[in-house]
């Protein structure tokens, strides 16, 4: 026993050493996040096969998944949940109440966006706190099956050895929240991805963009109340839930706002840009989504977060030169959970709950019930006009080492079309560059009188790169078409002769793990002939390899690439050589 207590003691003085160490102590901590997925059988089948087909309300047995979880989701194959509810405990407390959640989320990509999901359909989130435990109760089809429980745990208490390792680190760091940060005086301070994510939610591909003409709003569910310091793993665990459970690109909502009045930036591409969300099918290409941390079926938003969110709609509309009051139509692009046909035209408000345009409750009654009060605070600031950002490259393609000429116009007016451009001299304009978190600003230019400029920007992959002018006091932002720059490498391949053995060197830049190395013949009457096409490996980008020659010949050597996602294809110049 002494000695079990000794080893306990030497452990958690070793834990504090690690992570006390220079330069982490203040760091900030994300633990790693946990999922894992368990099968749901029938209540009513002891050790049944996973696969459940409710044809009534069912109540599960106790699920007891082996980790603690802080949220957890559903998915299944077939027809439709008709109602879903859930509570969770920890091991030998107190349930929580029954907690309805949406038995499938309006949540989701356009029907013709790219992001793809996951074959099985999914129910919203719910956040659990801390459960070992739970329930489910619901309705469904007799066509329903292969029921399966998604659950993420990102507060780093999945298991004993997890929470002992999270506590002393919450000893040692700094407990503080996310610091938000704001950009300007007009925009209210937000939480960058990299604070409340660090690298545990990473966008599957880089972000799509469209226009917002009016913002949704909604609300997560949550089985219990939570503190400030709950927020950052409550929307990371959200993000993890969209981007593995539902096989969404990343995070569904561009927003969330927490009971505190705490904003934190959503899906990833800039939170001044128009990312396309997963957050209301069928108009995420024309709106920007805001969730509240919470549930609010009956009770509304607190006065701080209701501030928060005017503040932020206050922001981020003027951004895109929309009007808080008043209505829009726009096009519907349909899908299973959308109230409109695909090509319809409805009208909503600028601001509207999400059960405005899909088939669900969200934002709940409460937080519904306030979006009168929300538009009423949102401040549409003083009027701006419109400009106009332009932006062309010299060549469409350039070679690997050489740079790329763009140039820029910058003017005010043009809209309506037909409007005279005035241009906009003086003025800053940033020159960008498409990444997986969005456009990340390379350099920027001034532009003269006449409002131009031209520039130069050396560039080691194929890209998508666009100018934006950040607007201004009377005038609204704009960005340019976006141009993409492909890059082709440069290759070289070199052969030196030794009897029947030909040695082989060669360069691709920028570096490639592989190449394709072709051999070929010049018979006696002249034509060429392929002796050998072969796939070659590279180190750091270099060739070197042997090849035995046995049949006197001229020979022609030849090193390329094909284009792959970050290069264009690329061959060197023929290198000759003769054996005998």
Not at 2 to 24: M, N, S
Not at 37 to 65: K, L, N
Not at 73 to 97: D, E, I, K, P, Y
Request: glycine content about 10%; proline content about 7%.
């Amino acid at each position: 026993m002494r000695h079990g207590k000794a080893t306990a003691v030497a452990v958690l003085a070793g834990l504090t050493v690690c992570v006390a160490a220079p330069g982490q102590a203040l760091a900030a901590y994300v633990p790693d996040p946990v999922e894992f997925e368990r099968a749901v059988r029938a209540p009513d089948a002891a050790g049944g096969p996973p696969a459940v087909r409710f044809a009534r309300r069912s109540v599960s047995r106790v699920v007891r998944p082996g980790k603690r979880f802080n949220l957890v989701g559903l998915g299944w194959r077939g027809g439709s949940v008709r109602s879903l509810s859930f509570r969770v405990r920890r091991t030998g407390g107190a349930w929580t109440r029954w907690v309805a959640v949406g038995s499938e989320s309006g949540d989701a990509p356009d029907r013709t966006s790219r992001e793809r999901r996951r074959a099985r359909r999914s129910s919203s989130p719910l956040w659990a706190g801390q459960a070992d435990e739970l329930q489910l109760a619901l309705t469904a089809g007799r066509d329903v099956r292969d029921l399966r429980l998604h659950f993420v745990n990102t507060t780093g208490t999945a298991t004993p050895a997890a929470r002992l390792r999270s506590r002393l680190r919450a000893r040692t760091a700094a407990a503080r929240r996310p610091a938000a940060k704001q950009a300007d005086t007009s925009q209210p301070p937000i939480v960058p991805r990299e604070q409340w994510a660090s690298d545990k939610c990473p966008p599957r591909a880089d972000p799509v963009y469209g226009r917002v003409d009016l913002a949704f709003i909604h609300h997560t569910v949550s089985a219990n109340e939570y503190g400030p310091a709950d927020s950052p793993a409550m929307v990371l665990a959200i993000c993890r839930y969209h981007r593995n459970g539902n096989g969404w690109n990343d995070v569904g909502y561009n927003f969330i706002v927490d009971r505190y009045g705490t904003i934190f930036e959503g899906r990833a591409g800039g939170i001044a840009e128009a990312v396309v969300g997963a957050q209301a099918q069928g108009y995420n290409s024309t709106s920007t989504g805001i969730a509240s941390l919470g549930t609010f079926s009956s009770g509304g938003q607190t006065p701080a977060g209701l501030s928060a969110i005017a503040r932020l709609l206050s922001w981020k509309l003027a951004v895109h030169g929309v009007p808080p009051a008043g209505r829009v139509e726009v096009v519907s692009q349909g899908g299973s959970t959308n109230r409109f046909p695909a090509g319809s035209r409805p009208v909503f408000n600028r601001i509207s709950g999400h059960r405005d345009g899909n088939a669900t409750a969200c934002p709940g009654d409460g937080l519904y019930a306030q979006l009168p009060q929300l538009r009423a605070m949102v401040d549409p600031g003083p009027p701006r006009a419109t400009t106009q950002t332009v932006a062309s490259r010299q060549r469409r393609n350039i070679t690997y080492g050489s740079k790329a000429v763009l140039r820029l116009s910058l003017g005010a007016g043009g809209e309506p079309p037909g409007t005279p451009v005035s241009p906009l001299g003086s003025r800053r304009v940033d020159v960008q560059v498409l990444g997986r978190y969005g456009w990340s600003t390379n350099h920027t230019v001034t532009t003269d009188s006449a409002g131009k400029a031209e520039t130069r920007m050396r560039l080691s992959l194929t890209r998508r790169v666009r100018a934006r002018y950040r607007g201004e006091a009377g005038l609204l932002p704009s960005a340019s078409a976006i141009l993409q720059v492909g890059v082709r490498p440069v290759v070289t391949v070199d052969a030196d002769v030794a009897g029947k053995r030909v040695r082989v060197t060669g360069t691709v830049r920028p570096k490639k793990a592989s190449a394709i190395l072709t051999l070929k013949r010049r018979t006696p009457g002249g034509r060429l002939l392929r002796v050998s096409r072969r796939t070659v490996k590279l180190r750091r980008g270099d060739l070197l390899t042997n090849l035995r020659v046995t049949r006197p010949s001229l020979y022609r050597l030849r090193l390329s690439v094909k284009t792959d996602s970050r290069n264009l294809s690329a061959r060197s110049k023929v290198t000759e050589f003769r054996v005998g």
